[in-house]
Nanobody, 123 residues
């Protein structure tokens, strides 16, 4: 599966952005989806996870209550709605896909990655 992330940009602290991840191919509904982020000089870290059918989600503690992951299998797309953004949320955001639901907080468990979209948050 090929993934195309978009929706990043510059936003003021407290603002919102919605990231999109468009997948190619009809196999999208077979993949768990996730979002990760990587700030300069830091490791890529888990942000959010959604199961193949969308019934199960999980979030990093740092974004819980502010970010929402969702998907529409008919549109081969996953989203990350980010509200109440903070300067520490600034990073390149990557969407990812895997054919199982194992170790979803571990970046090495994900086999497919989008190209990343930059989120900048001004204070």
């Amino acid at each position: 599966v090929q993934l195309q992330a978009s929706g990043g940009g510059l936003v003021q602290a407290g603002g919102s952005l919605r990231l999109s991840c468009k997948a190619s191919g009809h196999s999208f509904r077979s993949y768990s989806m996730g979002w990760f982020r990587q700030a300069p000089g830091k490791e890529r870290e888990f942000v959010a996870y959604i199961s193949v059918g969308g019934s199960t989600t999980s979030y990093a503690d740092s974004v819980k209550g502010r970010f929402t992951i969702s998907r529409d299998n008919t549109r081969y797309t996953a989203w990350l709605q980010m509200n109440s953004l903070k300067p520490e949320d600034a990073a390149v955001y990557y969407c990812a896909a895997q054919s199982s639901a194992s170790r979803f907080q571990d970046r090495y468990a994900w086999g497919y990655w989008g190209q990343g979209t930059l989120v900048t948050v001004s204070s």
